[in-house]
Each structure stands twice: as C-alpha cells, then as structure tokens.
C-alpha cells in the first residue's frame, strides 16, 4: 500500500537553530516528491518537486532533498515567519498521496 | 488571475441536509481534485477529475458526488450530510495529471450537527 509518513509532528526552534523535517515513503511508481507549506485557515501552497533520487531544491532559506526512500525538507536559520505546517506527497499515477504533515514553530 | 476559488468559505449544515460546495479555476488546468482535511489524518483524496466529463473516485468517496461539465468548475455534492463530514474541504487544480504540482483553493471549513 502506498504510504507517507512525516517525522516529527511537531517542532520547535529558536529562531536561527537550523533542522530538518523528514518524508519517508513506499509507493508502487514513484512519480514526483512534493513539498507544500500550509499556514492556519489556508489552504497549502506549493513549494518544491523533486523527481529522482540525488535531486535537490532551494528557495531562501529551505532546500528539499530526495533519496530513493525518503525526502528532507532543511531549513537553515529560521525565521518566525517560517512556522507553518509542512506537507510531503508523492506522485503516483494519477493522484497524490499527502503525509500528515510537521507543525514547525519558530520562536524570536 | 483569480487561482483556485472556493465557496463558501464557512457552513453549518444540519444532519440530513444537502448542499454543493462550489470549485473554479481560471488557469485552464486539465486536472481538479477535492480533499478533506481532519486532525491526525492529513488530506484525503475524495474525487478527482482529469479532464471535463471525466470523474473518478478517491480514498474517501461515499457520501460525496462530483461532476465536470466545463473545464473551470468542479462542484462537491453532499447528497445527505452526516455529521462525520464535518471537516475542511479543499479543491486543488493542475495542469495535467499528477506528477505535476497542484495548486489547492482556500477551503470551506463544513460543519454539520
């Protein structure tokens, strides 16, 4: 069975204090990582794809990376406006399968 | 553009009732889902069209039905609401079928008692 899972649920940084957030999955094809940002009362907002293992992105201050079994969302010296709810999903076939997501705060 | 809108943004149904919840998107994509969105289970796939007049089901479908006459608009049906429907709905929009990315509306936050 297809399945994304996301660890930790949730997170707490100082701001600056850099992490990571981690999307491990099994799918039967996989066609595409996607990494969304989610902020309270909205709908998510698409950040990164990422297609084979090896593969990485960046925008400001996150950068995905992908491995054939799991995917890493870094993020160097957060900002308060960083926090919001990280989503993972994978491509397969004809739909996306979502991954729970991590709640990251980040605190001044 | 407009992106994916959504309407309304709140309701409150009593159990029983039906009601549409309605989707449109002005960027000419091919592909439209609905997702529910609860605590602790992420956002489930309800139905998902890959083109107009053609629907097809996704995880969590029954108590739901879609149809797509135009490109643009993708309503949600609630036939007989129940009160496990209470959640947050999301339609999302791309331009083909997955792997591309989607581009999700800002959601109707249902709640019927």
């Known amino acids: 069975e297809d399945q994304v899972t996301q660890s930790p649920e949730a997170l707490r940084l100082q701001e600056g204090e850099s992490s990571s957030l981690n999307c491990s999955y099994t799918v039967s094809g996989l066609r595409g990582l996607f990494w969304y940002r989610q902020d309270p009362g909205k709908g998510p907002e698409f950040l990164f794809t990422?297609?084979?293992a090896g593969e990485e992105k960046e925008k400001e201050r996150l950068k995905a990376t992908l491995t054939k079994k799991e995917s890493f969302l870094h993020i160097t010296a957060p900002k308060p406006e960083d926090s919001a709810t990280y989503l993972c999903a994978v491509g397969n076939t004809d739909k996306l399968i979502f991954g729970t997501g991590t709640r990251l705060q980040v605190f001044p | 553009n407009a992106g994916v809108t959504q309407t309304p943004k709140f309701q409150v149904l009593k159990t029983g009732q039906s009601m549409t919840l309605q989707c449109a998107q002005d960027m000419n994509h091919e592909y439209m889902s609905w997702y529910r969105q609860d605590p602790g289970m992420g956002l489930r796939l309800i139905h998902y069209?890959?083109?107009?007049?053609?629907?097809d089901q996704g995880e969590v479908p029954n108590g739901y039905n879609v149809s797509r006459s135009t490109t643009e608009d993708f309503p949600l049906r609630l036939l007989s609401a129940a009160p496990s429907q209470t959640s947050v709905y999301f339609c999302?929009?791309?331009?083909?079928?997955?792997?591309?990315?989607?581009?999700f509306g800002p959601g109707t936050r249902l709640t019927v008692t």
């Open positions: 990422l297609y084979s």
């Open positions: 999302a929009s791309s331009r083909t079928t997955p792997p591309y990315e989607q581009y």
């Open positions: 069209s890959v083109g107009a007049g053609i629907t």
